[in-house]
């Protein structure tokens, strides 16, 4: 099947715009279901960061769970970056929280905290390649020197909002395509997701292994 040019697809068809990625919203919305149960486990004598850092942990847990189960994904530390991965593709995704413009398709979300060095070059690389990398044979060396050069990512940029007993996280999938001083100043292409709406989950406030996330934040 052909794909289709980003500007001929229809705006809210985010569901083909995930799939020519390989990804599901189904794999996505629970790993921001997770992340928010995750932040609730956090008590006002945790650490001031405790919510956020949980919740980041739960994100790239359980995206990395849904792609490894239902896709083959791999896992993938790149470059500092937690990732899952699809060898075939060299399309890796990973967890990012965005600003208030997150998942609006009219404004222009950034990163909420400002991202390391990796996140720029990682974008330079993505700005470079072509939107859709072309197929690669189940027998090629993925994440070579070449691969790695190759390789495309993405990011869950998500948003909290608390309104009415309620919790709205804004949500999209896209690729940063510039950053500068910690913050993305460019997206190559965003695929804006439905809201996700939350309430009544009771804190479990059990601790579980898990990776240290670091905010970062795209301008």
Same mark, same amino acid.
């Given at each position: 099947?052909? $794909? ?5 697809? &229809? ?14 919203? *189904?794999?996505?919305h629970?790993?921001?279901? /997770? ?5 609730r486990?956090?008590?006002?004598n945790h650490?001031?960061n405790?919510a ?12 990395? &769970? ?5 896709? =083959? ?7 500092h970056? &937690? ?7 060299? %399309?890796? %995704?990973? /967890? ?15 990163n ?7 996140? *720029?070059?990682?974008? @330079?690389?993505?700005d ?17 020197? +070449?691969g790695t ?5 993405w #990011?869950? $940029?998500?948003?909290?909002?608390? /309104?009415s =007993?309620k @919790? ?13 001083? =910690? ?13 996700? +709406?939350?309430?009544? %989950? &009771?804190?479990?406030? *059990? ?9 970062? @934040? #795209?301008?």
């Amino acid at each position: 099947m052909a $794909v289709l040019p980003v500007a001929a697809r &229809e705006p809210d068809d985010y569901g083909a715009q995930l799939a020519v990625l390989g990804t599901k919203l *189904e794999y996505l919305h629970p790993a921001l279901r /997770a992340g928010e149960i995750a932040r609730r486990s956090a008590t006002p004598n945790h650490p001031a960061n405790t919510a956020g850092t949980r919740a980041y942990q739960e994100h790239v847990r359980i995206i990395r &769970e849904m792609h490894i189960q239902h896709e =083959g994904w791999k896992r993938l530390l790149h470059d500092h970056l &937690e990732l899952v991965c699809n060898p075939g593709r060299g %399309i890796a %995704i990973g /967890a990012m929280v965005g600003d208030a413009a997150t998942g609006e398709r009219a404004n222009h979300p950034r990163n909420l905290h400002r991202r390391g060095a990796a996140t *720029e070059r990682v974008a @330079v690389v993505n700005d470079q390649l072509e939107l859709f990398p072309r197929p690669v044979h189940h027998d090629e060396v993925i994440l070579s020197a +070449e691969g790695t050069d190759q390789l495309q990512v993405w #990011f869950l $940029v998500s948003y909290r909002v608390e /309104a009415s =007993g309620k @919790v709205h996280i804004h949500n999209e999938l896209s690729l940063p395509g510039e950053v500068a001083n =910690g913050y993305v100043t460019k997206w190559k292409q965003r695929i804006p997701l439905p809201t996700l +709406e939350m309430d009544g %989950i &009771e804190p479990s406030y *059990e601790d579980g292994p898990g990776e240290i996330d670091i905010p970062v @934040v #795209f301008r």
